[in-house]
């Protein structure tokens, strides 16, 4: 079994924090101006020219509602990011030009009638695509998103990481038998000594590492988020590479994730996001090739993709790679279409027929 392709949502409780204002050449005897007094949030993110102060997406709070609606489709703004750039032809998405698909009546958990399209952009989405038998059914667009506009994939990108692994094994550059601290001796000593890389597609690497999303105490938050670059902690980003322990997410992985001492590896399914990002490591390292070129070279450029894509990094410029992949709403469609017949898409096989097989095979699903 491999890591399954997942779409998820990640929604993170931030830290709360108040902010002052530094008044240049003012003397110390002088009185501060007041601190302005506005709403916490506004009701629409960035508005006005400069954005209100409530309206404003900031690192700290790009995962809230609402500025998490325009943070998803620009999140080059609050992150840090480097492009995967677009290569060759523009592969065609064959489907009808209208679609009544999105006009289609369901009953809600309410009892109220609502078309497929209002269903989906009442409980915020922000683009759908539908694809059947080879064909785009169905696309939409919500919420100021659209066709030429990048969205987050957050832990799709976990699906896009396992993919580009099988071209790995199929090289013979890599035994799922082994332990990623062969490969990686800087994970010597750390929870992911003991496991196989097998486990680790699996989820199934019992660590000492639990990922809460509700608790902004746990150390998902306090380290695992802000080493990706993708969280807010007061000074984080002013930190430098020769006064931090924890400088990236390499960091993280092979210095604070140690193994539960109560649980063996391959004894159950526990998901966890770093597992991924010893992934997108073991594929830099086997490649060497930085992540993103990898994945430009072997999958991004032969999809025949219409845009360029983005993935979030960390302060060492190291890829996000459990969940910091943006694309257009189409090209991760041809991404899908591509998983959807074995590996192959725009004429050419891209991922190797036998690994997608094998990730989407749940007959040896762990519990």
Do not use: C
Request: proline share 7%.
């Amino acid at each position: 079994m491999r890591i399954k392709a997942v779409v998820s949502i990640l929604t993170l409780v931030s830290l709360g924090f108040t902010s002052y204002l530094a008044i240049a050449n003012q003397t110390p005897a002088s009185k501060p101006p007041p601190i302005p007094q506005v709403p916490l949030v506004s009701e629409q993110p960035m508005q006005g020219v400069p954005p209100a102060r409530n309206s404003q997406v900031t690192m700290h709070n790009f995962r809230d509602y609402p500025l998490n609606q325009w943070a998803f489709q620009n999140i080059g703004a609050p992150l840090n990011t480097v492009v995967i750039p677009r290569q060759g032809n523009i592969a065609d998405l064959p489907g009808p030009s209208q679609s009544q698909l999105g006009d289609k009546l369901f009953t809600t958990a309410t009892g109220q009638q609502q078309s497929f399209d209002q269903i989906f952009e009442s409980n915020y989405g922000d683009g759908v695509a539908i694809i059947k038998g080879g064909q785009l059914l169905h696309e939409r667009y919500f919420h100021s998103f659209n066709a030429h506009a990048q969205h987050i994939w957050f832990s799709m990108s976990k699906s896009l990481a396992s993919s580009a692994f099988g071209l790995l094994v199929e090289q013979g550059k890599v035994s799922l038998d082994k332990s990623p601290a062969d490969y990686i001796p800087e994970l010597k000593g750390s929870g992911f000594e003991r496991v196989t890389i097998q486990q680790l597609l699996d989820h199934a690497t019992s660590l000492d590492f639990k990922e809460t999303y509700t608790d902004i105490t746990s150390d998902f938050a306090l380290y695992y988020v802000p080493a990706l670059n993708m969280g807010w902690l007061p000074g984080a980003r002013d930190v430098q590479p020769n006064n931090s322990e924890i400088y990236g997410v390499h960091d993280f992985l092979s210095r604070f994730i140690k193994a539960d001492p109560k649980r063996e590896p391959g004894d159950n399914f526990d998901y966890n996001s770093s597992n991924a990002d010893v992934l997108g490591w073991l594929i830099a390292r086997l490649s060497g090739q930085p992540f993103q070129d990898f994945i430009q070279q072997n999958i991004w450029a032969k999809l025949g993709a219409e845009h360029d894509a983005t993935i979030a990094v960390d302060r060492a410029y190291m890829p996000a790679v459990t969940g910091g992949m943006n694309s257009t709403l189409r090209d991760a469609a041809r991404f899908g279409m591509m998983i959807r017949d074995s590996g192959k898409f725009n004429g050419q096989q891209i991922i190797p027929r036998k690994w997608v097989e094998a990730t989407l095979d749940v007959s040896d699903q762990l519990k």
